[in-house]
Antibody
Framework: QVQLVQSGAEVKKPGASVKVSCKAS????????MHWVRQAPGQGLEWMGIINPSGGSTSYAQKFQGRVTMTRDTSTSTVYMELSSLRSEDTAVYYC??????????????????WGQGTLVTVSS | SYVLTQPPSVSVAPGQTARITCGGNNIGSKSVHWYQQKPGQAPVLVVYDDSDRPSGIPERFSGSNSGNTATLTISRVEAGDEADYYCQVWDSSSDHYVFGTGTKVTVL
């Protein structure tokens, strides 16, 4: 079955960086884009960006431009999300979620399914 | 940027019907997807492309989309349907993905 397994919880100090991983299994890793979404405590879902595991191209939400980097390792079917210059407002659960399937330049299934279990990142001095 | 507005909360008695709205400018021209999130869990897709259900999602969950409002309808509500629900679209003008503000469904 399709599964996304994320790395464990992190505690970071303000100004530091955090790198969260998301290991995919049960499908062809390079055929589906991957999203990152975060959720601050008691708040809603916030889209951060997307990566194409096939070529590594990325697109980031304007809010995170310059602070977020998404990468992938096709040998281990793993995507990574690194967020730098952390501040207390970045305390949140970070999710990866499988996105659209693209073939021959056409994309399908433009939704998020499934999701990883989430990674809590706490930013505190 | 494109904004999706949902009511903060909806309350419904067991066995009744819950309707959750998602308002956006000309949202009827977009494909809307809906997610259910229970406390401490990751979101789960319950409706995609306005009205289709993934395998394993009960027929009690249905969706519609027209004009400036999309709606998720939960028929014959059960206690297990108590959760937060989010709508989501892709905004082609910004090439960004947008989530609604979320609605907490309480089963009385």
């Amino acid at each position: 079955q399709v599964q996304l397994v994320q790395s464990g919880a992190e505690v970071k100090k303000p100004g530091a960086s955090v790198k969260v991983s998301c290991k995919a299994s049960g499908y062809t890793f390079t055929s589906y884009y991957m999203h990152w979404v975060r959720q601050a405590p008691g708040q809603g879902l916030e889209w951060m960006g997307i990566i194409n595991p096939s070529g590594g191209s990325t697109s980031y939400a304007q809010k995170f431009q310059g602070r977020v980097t998404m990468t992938r390792d096709t040998s281990t079917s793993t995507v990574y999300m690194e967020l730098s210059s952390l501040r207390s407002e970045d305390t949140a659960v970070y999710y990866c979620a499988r996105g659209q399937y693209c073939t021959n330049g056409v994309c399908y299934n433009n939704w998020f399914d499934p999701w990883g279990q989430g990674t809590l990142v706490t930013v505190s001095s | 940027s494109y904004v999706l507005t949902q009511p903060p909360s909806v309350s419904v008695a067991p066995g009744q019907t819950a309707r959750i709205t998602c308002g956006g400018n000309n949202i009827g021209s977009k494909s809307v997807h809906w997610y259910q999130q229970k406390p401490g869990q990751a979101p789960v897709l319950v409706v995609y492309d306005d009205s289709d259900r993934p395998s394993g999602i009960p027929e009690r969950f249905s969706g519609s989309n027209s004009g400036n409002t999309a709606t998720l309808t939960i028929s014959r509500v059960e206690a297990g349907d108590e959760a937060d629900y989010y709508c989501q679209v892709w905004d082609s003008s910004s090439d960004h993905y947008v989530f609604g503000t979320g609605t907490k469904v309480t089963v009385l």
